[in-house]
C-alpha cells in the first residue's frame, strides 16, 4: 500500500503560481511513477503531467507544456508539480497518482494503482 497525501492547493491570480506536493508513505517510493491529474467540476479527470521512477523522464499534455514542471525527490517520497503562468481554465482539484509498473509512463487514470485525496486550485481571472 500506499498513501498519498497532497498539498500546496489555493487560490491565486491568472498569471500566479502554485507549487502542488503529494507526500507518500508505505511501499518503497522509487519503485512507482508518478502522475498529477486534475478533474474540474462537470468533467471527467484528465492527465496532467507524468514523472518516471528515477525522475529521468517526464510527459505532460499538451496544454501544460511550458508552464507546468513535474519533479521529484526519492529521499523525501514527494512529487512537485510547478505550476506557472496558471490560467482560469487551469481550476479543477488535482490529484497525484502512483504507478506500480516500470515500463512505459501512462496517462491513463485506470493504469495508477493508488490516489491521494486531492487539492483544490482556483485560478481567478
Known amino acids: 500500500q500506499v498513501q498519498l497525501v497532497e498539498s500546496g492547493g489555493g487560490l491565486v491570480q491568472a498569471g500566479g503560481s502554485l507549487r502542488l506536493s503529494c507526500a507518500a508513505s508505505g511501499r518503497t517510493f522509487s519503485n512507482y511513477a508518478m502522475g498529477w491529474f486534475r478533474q474540474a467540476p462537470g468533467k471527467e479527470r484528465e492527465f496532467v503531467a507524468v514523472?518516471?521512477?528515477?525522475?529521468?523522464?517526464?510527459y505532460y499534455t499538451d496544454s501544460v507544456k511550458g508552464r507546468f514542471t513535474i519533479s521529484r525527490d526519492n529521499a523525501k517520497n514527494t512529487v512537485y508539480l510547478q505550476m506557472n503562468s496558471l490560467k482560469p481554465e487551469d481550476t479543477a482539484v488535482y490529484y497525484c497518482?502512483?504507478?506500480?509498473?516500470?515500463?512505459?509512463?501512462?496517462?491513463?487514470?485506470?493504469?495508477?494503482?493508488?490516489w491521494g485525496q486531492g487539492t483544490q486550485v482556483t485560478v481567478s481571472s
Open positions: 514523472i518516471s521512477w528515477s525522475g529521468g523522464s517526464t
Open positions: 497518482a502512483a504507478d506500480r509498473t516500470r515500463g512505459v509512463l501512462t496517462t491513463f487514470p485506470h493504469d495508477y494503482d493508488y
